[in-house]
């Protein structure tokens, strides 16, 4: 099955800085990559996706890239602030119904005042 | 505004009962998933359903099982409840591909 590495587990920055995280990928047949954002104690929701026949996409301060052949894709926030702090998770999954991802471990943003 | 809720927020149940987590989506979405969160291991699918009384393992099923006898509804079951089945629950629907998960049942087994 799909196994999805993600890294760094922690990240710490100052505001303004940039913060970026990084995923890996198995399984080539994947075609859709959504990135989640969990913050204390609320429940995961998605924050930006990108889809195998895009390089990349950006949404204001947040830009997902992706290449396929080497199956790594990234997170880039810039001009990052506190209310950016929180759980990441990047995931990988087959754009079909049954919509079933595998998700990275999480990387845990702290962005520093 | 779709809406996925769970039945309880925290949970506090003896090694060995049987225990039920419901989980409710008002989005008619076709497909839904039980995950577990534990820190640094991310999130783990312990089963999902693409329809209604259908069901498919996920990576983690030991020890857990599953109903969906209506759409909206998709039920965890812990047949007989262990102290390493502590954790965070969390129950998401999709359509496609955006899930869209409940607010989460902190489970802790004593």
């Known amino acids: 099955g799909e196994n999805v590495e993600q890294h760094p587990s922690t990240l710490s920055v100052q505001e303004g800085d940039s913060a970026v995280i990084k995923c890996t990928y198995s399984?080539?047949?994947?075609?859709?990559f959504p990135w989640y954002k969990q913050e204390l104690g609320k429940r995961p929701q998605l924050i930006i996706d990108i889809r195998s026949n895009v390089g990349e996409k950006k949404d204001q301060r947040i830009a997902v890239t992706l290449n396929k052949t080497a199956k790594h894709f990234s997170l880039h926030i810039t001009e990052t602030q506190p209310e950016d702090s929180a759980v990441y998770f990047c995931a990988a999954s087959l754009n079909t119904n049954a919509g079933k991802s595998t998700f990275g471990d999480g990387t845990t943003l702290t962005v520093k005042p | 505004d779709v809406k996925v809720t769970q039945s309880s927020r925290y949970l506090v149940k003896r090694t060995g009962e049987k225990v039920f987590l419901e989980c409710v989506q008002d989005?008619?979405?076709?497909?839904m998933f039980w995950y577990r969160q534990d820190p640094g291991l991310g999130l783990r699918l312990i089963y999902f359903s693409y329809d209604v009384k259908m069901k498919e393992k996920g990576d983690i099923p030991e020890g857990y099982s599953v109903s969906r006898e209506k759409k909206e509804r998709f039920s965890l079951i812990l047949e007989s409840a262990s102290t390493n089945q502590t954790s965070m629950y969390l129950c998401?629907?999709?359509?496609?591909?955006?899930?869209?998960f409940g607010q989460g049942t902190r489970l802790t087994v004593v």
């Open positions: 998401a629907s999709s359509r496609l591909t955006e899930a869209f």
């Open positions: 989005m008619d979405h076709e497909n």
């Open positions: 399984d080539s047949a994947s075609n859709y």
